[in-house]
């Protein structure tokens, strides 16, 4: 860590006489002011861009939806302060937590088997323990994944999580605006969409919580090894071959159910809702009669943006830039397979066939 930064953590070597002392004035004031410092970031930013709340009569983009922070929002802000504050009297009435006078006092040094990282840092955790020290399986012969340039030892098995889980949480954070980018769309979004109806991000999103699950149940391989009676290495290489397909196989999965759900909204915007009531026509013909969704529902089912894939055109110069190019490319990743919502000339055409092949028009949802 360098003998500076040594120096103000331990007051010297470690772990030198200061650490619990500096750490502890660290955890108590400086970290609970940081956070008192967000929550005011984040109270702005709700002030600034409005809250954010599914669709609905009268709610749009261009309007201030949500609602108001008195007496909504307060009240319950109000209640969930109560709530905790009631269980944390529970846990402080009923139960026991660090008995010192059963188990002395804190000794850092000896560390009991099965101990597991704390949720905030578990996937950090399984990205090391996932990571090969070797080139090969780590048998005999193989090369350590470590090099020393300018007298300074490099690990690779530590710096390549580190900087994976860095990329990792940066795609997460600029997702946003890569999307606003590939659609034009910079507009305000105040109405969120339902996962069906952006199934591309979905997938995404899907994929970026199995990566995240995956790594989380590696900070626990040696408790899944010694529970479920497996051996370490397999488990460990299991994970590995998680980590690499399970997002892949979570994105083409979501999205192909999203798709689907569109393609069952569809079939409810025009034929209505399943009655199970069997009509007997006057040719002799049985049907089963729909039950017609209402206006609120149907545009519930219909009414969300619809992104094509860009066509790629020459600018006013004449020449086809490189950005147009990768944007072309990036929209037909995310638009190219999609289901278009329901327009009123394709309820018209759907009900002047069924009208056309002698279903009663009563039987029917128009």
């Not at 099965?114 to 905030?120: A, E, I, M, N």
């Not at 990571?131 to 340039?149: I, K, R, S, T, Y």
Request: glycine content about 10%; proline content about 6%.
């Amino acid at each position: 860590m360098g003998s500076w930064i040594g120096w103000l953590l331990f007051g010297g070597q470690f772990p030198g006489n200061a650490v619990i002392g500096r750490l502890y004035t660290l955890h108590i004031l400086l970290l609970p002011a940081v956070l008192v410092a967000l929550i005011g970031v984040h109270l702005l930013y709700v002030v600034v861009h409005k809250h954010t709340q599914f669709a609905g009569p009268g709610r749009t983009n261009e309007n201030v939806v949500g609602y108001p922070i008195m007496p909504v929002y307060a009240a319950k802000a109000g209640g969930f302060f109560f709530i905790v504050a009631g269980v944390l009297v529970v846990i402080a009435s009923f139960f026991t937590i660090n008995p010192i006078w059963t188990y002395g006092p804190y000794d850092p040094s000896p560390v009991s088997a099965g101990t597991q990282p704390d949720w905030y840092i578990g996937f950090a955790d399984g990205a090391l323990r996932l990571m090969p020290g070797w080139l090969n399986a780590g048998g005999a012969g193989g090369v350590p994944l470590e090099f020393v340039l300018w007298n300074h030892t490099y690990s690779l098995n530590i710096l390549v999580p580190v900087v994976g889980l860095g990329v990792f949480l940066l795609l997460v954070a600029v997702y946003p605006f890569i999307e606003g980018w590939v659609t034009g769309d910079q507009r305000e979004h105040h109405i969120a969409d339902r996962p069906r109806n952006a199934p591309t991000r979905t997938a995404v999103g899907a994929a970026g919580v199995t990566v995240y699950g995956v790594l989380w149940a590696a900070a626990s391989s040696d408790l899944i090894a010694t529970h479920f009676k497996v051996g370490i290495e397999d488990a460990i290489m299991t994970l590995r071959v998680l980590l690499v397909l399970g997002p892949v196989l979570a994105f083409f999965v979501t999205k192909r159910v999203c798709l689907a759900l569109q393609k069952r909204d569809r079939e409810i915007v025009l034929h209505g809702y399943e009655s199970g009531r069997i009509v007997r026509l006057p040719g002799g013909r049985y049907v089963e009669t729909h039950t017609p969704v209402d206006e609120y529902e149907r545009w519930r089912l219909v009414a969300f943006d619809d992104y094509e894939p860009l066509m790629l055109r020459p600018n006013f110069q004449g020449r086809i830039t490189l950005n147009s190019r990768l944007r072309a490319v990036a929209s037909r990743l995310f638009f190219e397979d999609r289901i278009e919502p329901v327009s009123q000339h394709d309820l018209d055409v759907d009900h002047a066939a069924l009208i056309g092949s002698g279903v009663d028009e009563r039987a029917v949802s128009r």
